[in-house]
């Protein structure tokens, strides 16, 4: 039983290292991989084994997307015309799940990945959102229902490009999405 458990993990492992761009063989065993791995990835966090960065990517990821969600109990202060706590809040969990997978891959290769060509677009469009909605946020004088309306688009264009730019590293996921929509909603599309 824990064979077969400790085997699907490594499996799970294998093919997460597939996803972000470090191979990894089945042969190998674990100190060779290990060393392989470290040897791929930036010298940010050198002394860290693969199992450990995937912790530390997975604690990353749902820390930030819990910090994300958490914003939204600020979300009444924002359509009251107080939008930083919200803002602040919402944008520092985006950040950090943005980043959690440079414990994956490290900075460089992360910032490859981002500008990838498939996702270039959605990267730049995902980056550009959240500088717009924390520079919105910062600037005095503007009307608070314009700067409401202003903030809600840019949040739900932020929160669609994350998702799209996060369906970008799951295989055939895009194509699904565009399928389910032309399916089920294409007479409005």
Known sequence: MASSLRDSAMKSMA?????????????????TTETNALEE?????????????????????GVGYLITFTSFKFFITLVEGK????????????VLSLLSSTFLCGPSKQISNMFH??????????????????IIAFIP??????????LVLLLIAQM?????????????ARRGVIKFVKNNFGDFV
Request: hydrophobic share 40%.
């Open 15 to 31: 093919t997460a290292a597939a996803a972000v761009g470090i191979s990894r063989t089945e042969s190998e065993d674990t100190e």
């Open 41 to 61: 990835m930036s010298d940010v966090f050198p002394k860290l084994t693969y199992q450990q960065r995937v912790i530390g990517f997975g604690i990353c990821f």
């Open 83 to 94: 939008p930083l706590p919200f803002v602040c809040v919402y944008t520092l969990g985006n």
């Open 117 to 134: 060509e498939k996702r270039k677009w959605t990267t730049i469009t995902y980056l550009s959102t959240i500088a717009l909605t924390l």
């Open 141 to 150: 004088g503007i009307e608070k229902i314009i700067r409401l309306i202003i």
């Open 160 to 172: 669609c490009s994350s998702l799209w730019y996060s369906l970008s590293y799951l295989p055939f």
